[in-house]
């Protein structure tokens, strides 16, 4: 009986998910969502796996503030049972640093900061400990859309398109751009369920951006440009479409040392150094260029860049043309 089990026990954590499930929970309680995010499976998959750490007694679930929240057995998180010697091995395990499990502490790190600006912790005062209703940062930002005039915008590398459907409720018309036809049918989804219209969803790459010159008032690069194979070329297309006086809008990652996104996450580039980032902003021909700090965690080996330039109102001398938008043009012709 004790081998049966043994065997049992050995098998479902012979499973890299429910390792790597056991390791997240073990530096704190998550709940689905935030497991999904961190582990970066199928919703379903992840109540597969907790369903099963649950009937073997490893993980433990509670309800609370709408939400059920898993974390570690209290004989795991106390280091006290029969099984006390093979959770101190695991933890062992646990604490060696691996691509793996760089990643996995990365995507923790902005489960944490999403926390941080949701009503729960925005909405209570810090000295009082009281809740005050209705202040959220996600309906600031909505709001401070209400102050945009009407305008038309391209989500240039749109992913999931969160970004195309927020940026909808304000816009004229939004175009929302991605080479992956998988995410943008995702993105339609999510547009039909939160009833998200004038989004004109289309299958492109950043540095052959389907739309017409001069056709769009603000273009939007929302942590794209480390994707771009040529980034260059990718702000050359902004640059390309916008119409006089159009606006760019830039978020993205400082360089940095996280070399394990380029296989996990698909990057090309780690981030980009400020000046660096202005001078290609600037080098496409857009004047005022401005690159600031957006965001920034003491833990987070990430911080988020805003840049942002224009598009002159009066179009500049042939002769003049940025050599990143002679590059693009090029590009263009010989395809």
């Known amino acids: 009986m004790y081998v049966d089990g043994a065997s049992s026990l050995l098998r479902l954590l012979g499973d890299d998910a429910r ?9 704190e309680a998550l709940n689905v969502s935030e497991l999904t995010a961190i582990l970066g499976i199928a919703q379903s998959g992840v109540s597969r796996h907790l369903g099963l750490l649950r009937d073997a007694a490893l993980v433990a679930e509670e309800r609370s503030g709408g939400y059920t929240w898993y974390r570690l057995a209290p004989d795991l998180e106390t280091g006290t049972g029969p099984r006390a010697g093979l959770w101190a091995w695991l933890r062992g395990e646990f604490a060696r640093r691996t691509e793996a499990t760089t990643a996995d502490d990365a ?6 900061r999403m926390r941080k600006e949701n009503f729960a912790k925005h909405g209570a005062d810090s000295r009082k400990g009281q809740i005050v209703p209705g202040r959220s940062w996600a309906a600031w930002s909505r709001a401070l859309g209400l102050l945009l005039p009407a305008v038309d915008v391209a989500d240039l ?8 459907i927020e940026a909808a409720a304000w816009a004229r018309s939004v175009v929302a751009v991605d080479r992956s036809p998988e995410v943008l049918a995702r993105g339609r989804e999510l547009a039909g369920r939160r009833r998200a219209t004038r989004i004109d969803w289309r299958r492109g790459d950043l540095e052959q951006v389907p739309l017409d010159d001069q056709s769009v008032d603000v273009a939007l690069l929302s942590q794209a440009l480390h994707h771009a194979e040529d980034p260059a070329a990718a702000l050359a297309e902004a640059f390309r479409i916008l119409r006089p006086s ?11 040392d996280e ?18 980032l202005e001078r290609l ?5 857009f004047e005022d260029a401005v690159v600031r700090v957006g965001a920034r965690g003491a833990a987070d080996p990430f911080v988020t860049l805003i840049a942002a330039g224009t598009r002159p109102a009066v179009p500049a001398p042939a002769s ?11 590009r263009r012709t010989r395809r």
């Open 19 to 27: 390792l790597r499930l056991l390791r997240a929970l073990s530096l």
């Open 246 to 256: 159009g606006r760019l809008l830039v978020l993205d990652l400082r360089r940095h």
């Open 320 to 330: 003049a043309a940025p050599d990143a938008t002679a590059r693009s043009r090029n």
């Open 157 to 164: 590398g749109c992913g999931d398109g969160y970004l195309s």
């Open 259 to 276: 070399a394990w996104v380029r296989t996990t996450l698909g990057d090309r580039w780690l981030g980009f150094d400020d000046a660096d």
């Open 107 to 112: 995507r923790l790190q902005e489960v944490r």
């Open 281 to 285: 902003i600037a080098q496409a021909g």
